[in-house]
Nanobody, 124 residues
Framework: VQLQASGGGLVQAGGSQRLSCVASGGAFSRYSMGWFRQAPGKEREFVAAISWSGVGIYYADSVKGRFTISRVNAKNTVYLQMNSLKPEDTAVYYC??????????????????WGQGTLVTVSS
């Protein structure tokens, strides 16, 4: 499956941004999806994940209450709605996919497919 992330850009602190990730080449409804991010000089970290069924939803503590992950299977798309953005949210955001479920959707090693990343810059 191929993943195409979009929606990044420059936003002021306190603002909102919505990222999209469109999947092609596979049965999207069978894939659990995750969002990860990597800031300059830092390791890639988990942001949010949603299971293939949509029942399991997980967030990093740093974004809980501010970010919302959702999926629309009819559009082969997973979204990340980001509200109350902070400068520390600045990073390249990546979407990732794995077939069916996994033991730990917060672990990047669980994912086989990755998008190219989209840069989100939050100015103070």
């Amino acid at each position: 499956v191929q993943l195409q992330a979009s929606g990044g850009g420059l936003v002021q602190a306190g603002g909102s941004q919505r990222l999209s990730c469109v999947a092609s080449g596979g049965a999207f409804s069978r894939y659990s999806m995750g969002w990860f991010r990597q800031a300059p000089g830092k390791e890639r970290e988990f942001v949010a994940a949603i299971s293939w069924s949509g029942v399991g939803i997980y967030y990093a503590d740093s974004v809980k209450g501010r970010f919302t992950i959702s999926r629309v299977n009819a559009k082969n798309t997973v979204y990340l709605q980001m509200n109350s953005l902070k400068p520390e949210d600045t990073a390249v955001y990546y979407c990732a996919a794995r077939l069916w479920g996994g033991e730990d959707l917060k672990n990047p090693n669980e994912y086989l497919y990755w998008g190219q990343g989209t840069l989100v810059t939050v100015s103070s």
